[in-house]
């Protein structure tokens, strides 16, 4: 599908099932949704309200992945960085300070996010 002009479909495309389930959670049986709260993470697409599909079976992010994160206790959404032998949790928000975890904090990777679902966002469009 483009989002520029509109192209005429086969009666191939027209006639394809879409296997939603399989193509937003590769792992259905370790899938989960959440809704997110606030903006810390707005410069990777996510943001307040939207609700994020979480693979617990991904528990070992790439730094360019989001994760969901818990740190002593509270739930937080964040890139996990490795640098100088130490962990960091990085917003995607410049507003929001990196989170270091240390020794003695309780923090685990719940897993990783594989999608995001919004609603068209309407700021800024005129007619």
């Known amino acids: 599908m483009v989002a520029g002009f509109p192209i005429p479909l086969s009666n191939n495309e027209q006639a394809q099932d879409i296997e939603l389930l399989q ?8 899938s989960y949704l959440v809704r997110v709260q606030g903006d810390s993470m707005i410069d990777a697409g996510i943001s307040d309200g939207d609700i994020i599909i979480v693979d617990k079976s991904q ?10 994160c818990e740190l002593n206790g509270e739930y937080t959404i964040k ?14 928000n410049k507003n929001y300070p990196e989170i270091a975890i240390n020794e003695g904090d ?17 700021e800024g469009f005129e007619f």
């Not at 193509?23 to 370790?30: D, K």
């Not at 528990?59 to 969901?68: I, L, M, S, T, W």
Request: overall charge positive; proline content about 10%.
């Open 23 to 30: 193509m937003l959670c590769p792992h259905p049986e370790a």
């Open 59 to 68: 528990r070992n992010p790439a730094e360019h992945e989001v994760a969901v």
């Open 79 to 92: 890139h996990v960085v490795r640098r100088k032998g130490k962990v960091w949790l990085v917003p995607a």
């Open 106 to 122: 309780d923090f685990s990777v719940w897993g990783t996010v594989t999608y995001t679902i919004h609603r068209p966002r309407k």
